[in-house]
């Protein structure tokens, strides 16, 4: 497969902070100068949500910004515009930072699947995670996607068992997306007393059955969060989080502020 910016991004011998933000929320015009609000603040990755009106994995909060962001009009190929803008600097800085579509497998087969990675590619996406598309029916779409040039992250959970996890781990390209607990997005089951020693177990398993990389999601919201994942993971994703200190912004401007300062108190 043709390196693209993961690959290049997951040679390098550093903690990576990931961020996960749905286009255009709060408001209309807010995407463009949110990834470069996130790029100047050190996001290594930046995950856009395609947002998708029945999810399965996602919280209260990304579900409201899905259904704001439906309603400002954002659709497969109108983030596909978007990325294409934010990559020749039309709008904002040029981005180079890699990203990361995540949504669900309707939007994508609706679209076409060879189409939807033509034109992915075209646009300067460079992976996929599509959380309802299970790795033992993707064998397919994983050969295409590799084909495109875009690498395919695939999730594991706590319940996942130890030669699922070794499946999971030799079919993502780069790196494997670990859910941080059995739950949708934004949990606060991570603030339970009893968590850290659980995670730190599920983790060190993982570990023991994975030659890549791998990051964790799923109710990171601070930096002590972020620190502790770094230091059982090779990465943290915060998306959440991010959605709920933006969410009262009435301006692109003041989103892209209010997420640059977020972002920052993650370091």
């Known amino acids: 497969m043709k390196e693209n910016r993961i690959t290049r991004l997951v040679k390098q011998d550093k903690k990576l902070l990931i961020a996960y933000y749905m286009p255009e929320f709060p408001v209309p015009g807010a995407t463009l100068p949110v990834l470069e609000a996130l790029q100047e603040s050190g996001a290594d990755l930046i995950e856009l949500g395609m947002p998708y009106s029945d999810p399965i994995g996602d919280g209260p909060v990304i ?4 259904h704001k962001a439906i309603s400002h009009g954002v659709h497969v190929g109108s983030i596909f515009e978007l990325v294409r803008q934010a990559r020749n600097g039309e709008g904002c800085k040029k981005i180079t930072t890699p990203i990361l579509l995540m949504g669900y497998s309707n939007p994508l ?4 699947g060879d189409c939807f990675m033509a034109d992915a590619v075209r646009a300067g996406v460079d992976g996929l995670l599509i959380p309802d598309l299970p790795p033992e029916e993707s064998e397919d779409f994983l050969e295409r996607a590799r084909n495109f040039g875009l690498s395919v992250i695939y999730l594991i959970s706590p319940v ?3 030669a699922r996890i070794e499946l999971i781990d030799s079919m993502s390209t780069d790196f494997s997306y670990c859910l941080a607990v059995n739950a949708t997005t934004g949990t606060g089951k991570l603030d339970s007393a009893d968590m850290d020693e659980k ?3 599920y983790l060190k398993r993982v570990r023991q059955h994975t030659k890549k990389k791998f990051v964790v999601g799923f109710g990171i ?3 002590e969060r972020v620190r502790k994942m770094w230091e059982l993971a090779d990465g943290a ?3 959440t989080a991010l959605l709920q200190h933006v969410a009262t912004a009435t301006t692109p401007e003041e989103t892209a502020q209010m997420a640059a300062d977020f972002w920052k108190s993650l370091r």
């Open 63 to 66: 579900q409201d910004a899905a």
């Open 221 to 223: 919201k601070d930096r």
């Open 109 to 112: 087969i609706a679209y076409g």
């Open 237 to 239: 994703v915060v998306g």
């Open 199 to 201: 995670i730190a177990e």
């Open 160 to 162: 996942t068992p130890p």
